[in-house]
Each structure stands twice: as C-alpha cells, then as structure tokens.
C-alpha cells in the first residue's frame, strides 16, 4: 500500500455534472480513494494507493467518462 496524490489536468468539463461524472468514474477504480476536480481549473487532485493504480488507469477512467487528460 503506498497512498500518494497526483494531480492531473481533466480537459472538457464545462459544468458541476462532468465534474461528478469525472469524480465518480476516478473513485470507481479500485485503488483510487479519493478524486476532486475543480471546473475552471481542469486541475484534479487523486488520492490513490500507486501500487494498484497506473496513469494509464487513471487516463482510462477519465475517458470513460469521456472527457481527456491534457
Ligand atoms: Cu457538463
């Protein structure tokens, strides 16, 4: 277990239902505990355990959501 923050660059949100959208699709990944974006900014601060958690995962459940990682 090595819980760690990263803060990544969400691009496309343009209203408080894709930030949820992109919250929820984070925090559903298994290691990931916590997931907060802010609207104007695109930054997004993720608390995850890095040993279950890769960018690549991370990059996945944002465009799931369908949104990009910038
Ligand atoms: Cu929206």
Redesign the pocket.
């Known amino acids: 277990m090595a819980i760690e923050e990263k803060e990544i660059k969400v691009v496309g949100?343009?209203?408080?239902?894709?930030?949820n959208?992109v919250q929820l699709s984070l925090t559903d990944v298994d290691g990931i505990e916590d997931a907060k974006a802010d609207l104007d900014s695109g930054i997004t601060k993720i608390k995850l355990d890095s040993d279950k958690v890769s960018d690549a995962d991370i990059e996945e459940a944002v465009e799931e959501a369908g949104f990009s990682v910038e």
């Open positions: 949100m343009h209203c408080n239902s894709c930030v959208a």
